[in-house]
């Protein structure tokens, strides 16, 4: 089967770092994707991962571990436009992307 | 570069009525799938396609749903008859899916069509 876990919400305050945690179990990997989606919007990508390691870009980092089935999204220097959901997606072999449920973030000044 | 297209934004039926929605994706993007998300939920795949052809429709409720993308470009996906439970966001995205480039996989979704059951 296919099952993707993430926290339903979380809360931070402004200028703080937040970890968003992701693990998953999938038929196949072809690699790890975040997105972001301000409410009453469109997902938009933030990173992507098929490697173990960490990618950093700006103030969003994502890591991930394939042996252990697990991802993060690091958020730095938090702001109050970076409340939103944070869906995390797992490619899979068959080409098609499986999404949590991703975690609704809330920043509080 | 334009992005994904979608029409109508917003859509108010009754059940066991009808209701057709419309995407054209990104010129050149191969791949093009429909995702269905209901309110405090992640995108849940109704349908993949590669071109014109069918990659996966597994969790396409196949009884009222059907999509089709003549010619390998746009797509519409039709519900019929409508239920209440149908009442979601419906996104579409796509890929270009060029092999041998990471940046390929990259899903870009358009801005979505709510769907309001009565």
């Known amino acids: 089967g296919q099952n993707i876990d993430q926290p339903t919400e979380m809360t931070a305050t402004e200028g703080a770092i937040v970890q968003i945690n992701c693990t998953y179990q999938t038929s196949g990997f072809n690699g790890l994707f975040w997105y972001q989606q301000h409410a009453g919007e469109a997902p938009t990508f933030l990173s992507y991962n098929v490697l173990d390691g960490l990618e950093e870009k700006g103030r969003f980092s994502s890591f991930l571990s394939r042996s252990k089935g697990y991802s993060y999204l690091l958020l730095k220097e938090l702001q109050m436009k970076d409340s939103a959901s944070y869906l995390c997606?797992?490619?899979?072999?068959?080409?098609?992307?499986?999404f949590g449920p991703g975690t609704r973030l809330s920043v509080l000044p | 570069e334009a992005g994904v297209a979608q029409s109508p934004r917003y859509k108010i039926i009754e059940k066991r009525q009808s209701v057709a929605f419309w995407c054209n994706p990104i010129?050149?993007?191969?791949?093009l799938y429909w995702y269905q998300q209901i309110l405090g939920q992640g995108p849940k795949l109704l349908i993949q396609f590669q071109n014109n052809g069918v990659v996966d429709d597994s969790q396409l409720p196949k009884d009222r749903f059907s999509a089709e993308r003549l010619k390998g470009v746009d797509s519409t996906l039709k519900i019929q008859p409508a239920k209440l439970e149908d009442s979601a966001v419906y996104l579409c995205a796509s890929s270009l899916d060029r092999q041998g480039w990471s940046g390929a996989n990259v899903l870009t979704f358009g801005a979505g069509s709510r769907l309001t059951v009565l």
């Open positions: 010129s050149g993007h191969a791949t």
């Open positions: 997606a797992v490619r899979n072999y068959g080409q098609n992307f499986v």
